[in-house]
């Protein structure tokens, strides 16, 4: 299970997004794999865009069970955005996603999404 | 809900300007010839009308040969499918004209791009291949922002645009005997935006479109995407 502590969670584009992301499981069963990324997606009437901007470092050997694991990240948000959008056809939502697969699982558990804003400058 | 029609709707993805000494040109590509625009045009109708013609005609024949309901109702039923094509062929027929008549629209901006709340000067041009305007004609221009998206609905891809925001610019007038037609105008970028978003399904759009008007060439319209970057003023 993580839980995510953004230091800001409103930037402006070309300026930085950093947390941490803090990992705790008194689980038996420890991932195999797991992974957490800074993306954008969109909502709204129209096909589906995405586009992951950074990738957070992060091995399930990290992952060690009833002990907090903090994983700092930091990326910068590109100058040409997308920024935050609420429109009529078309919403751009900016999130840290996690997940984690469990042993004998082949799909994702335990997806996590914390959205974040984006801003002009 | 205010949309666009299809034959305002400008295609395709932002198209980065050719950098010149007076700042950023854009060439409009639908009023220029090339193998793309002609292959759509026409090719592609005359294969349409060929098959559409030819069931026509054969049903035509059978009908006359042997009245009956069902083939009335077929032939019908084909007829659109003929006038269609006609249709192509005739919207294929203008496009020639216009590209033979007229160079493609250019549009100049001496700064890009754009930022939130920017006010710039735009300058657009459109020459005669040969000679002169024959009588008056006139110039109009709409300055807009909507959104558009693309998605699947079975195997069909819809399209459906929103327009947030738009600004029907000063008509000017093209005197007799022009040979460049040229239209000046100021715009405004609106402060709060929003800024161009330019996915694969879903764009956000700042366009400008400058219909040309003169005696004896059809009417058209040239589009201009600019791109409005997250930066305000």
């Not at chain 1, 969670?9 to 947390?19: A, I």
């Not at chain 2, 205010?2 to 700042?23: I, N």
């Not at chain 2, 300055?143 to 947030?164: A, F, P």
């Not at chain 2, 008007?213 to 997250?230: L, Q, S, Y």
């Amino acid at each position: 299970m993580f839980e995510m502590h953004f230091h800001n969670k409103q930037v402006t584009v070309g300026n930085e997004l950093s947390g941490k992301l803090v990992w705790y499981s008194p689980d038996l069963h420890l991932p195999r794999q797991a992974s957490a990324f800074v993306h954008w997606y969109t909502e709204g009437r129209g096909d589906l865009d995405e586009q992951t901007i950074f990738t957070i470092p992060l091995e399930p050997e990290q992952l060690i069970r009833d002990q907090r694991v903090d994983i700092p990240f930091a990326v910068q948000i590109p100058h040409g955005g997308p920024i935050t959008y609420n429109g009529s056809l078309i919403r751009v939502i900016w999130a840290v996603q996690a997940w984690v697969k469990l042993p004998r699982s082949s799909k994702r558990d335990n997806t996590q999404t914390w959205p974040f804003l984006v801003m002009p400058r | 809900m205010s949309t666009l029609t299809t034959e305002e709707l400008s295609k395709g993805r932002l198209v980065a300007p050719k950098r010149v000494p007076e700042g950023f040109l854009w060439v409009d590509a639908k009023g220029a010839w090339s193998e793309d625009n002609f292959l759509r045009s026409f090719i592609g109708p005359l294969v349409w009308c060929s098959f559409s013609f030819l069931f026509f005609a054969a049903l035509l024949f059978s009908l006359l040969a042997a009245p009956n309901w069902g083939l009335f109702v077929m032939l019908l039923f084909i007829s659109m499918f003929a006038a269609a094509g006609v249709g192509m062929i005739v919207k294929g027929l203008r496009w020639l004209t216009i590209i033979s008549k007229f160079h493609p629209g250019e549009v100049l901006l001496a700064s890009y791009p754009l930022r939130m709340g920017e006010t710039f000067r735009l300058r657009f041009r459109r020459s005669l291949r040969r000679g002169y305007t024959q009588g008056s004609g006139e110039i109009n221009a709409k300055w807009l922002c909507y959104e558009w998206v693309q998605y699947r609905q079975g195997t069909d891809i819809e399209t459906k645009t929103h327009i947030l925001w738009e600004q029907d610019l000063p008509l000017m007038t093209i005197s007799t005997g022009t040979q460049v037609v040229t239209y000046e105008t100021k715009l405004t970028v609106l402060p709060e935006g929003p800024p161009s978003l330019d996915a694969q399904h879903n764009q956000v759009r700042w366009e400008i479109h400058i219909s040309v008007d003169v005696p004896g060439i059809p009417k058209d319209t040239a589009h201009f995407r600019f791109e409005v970057v997250p930066e305000a003023v």
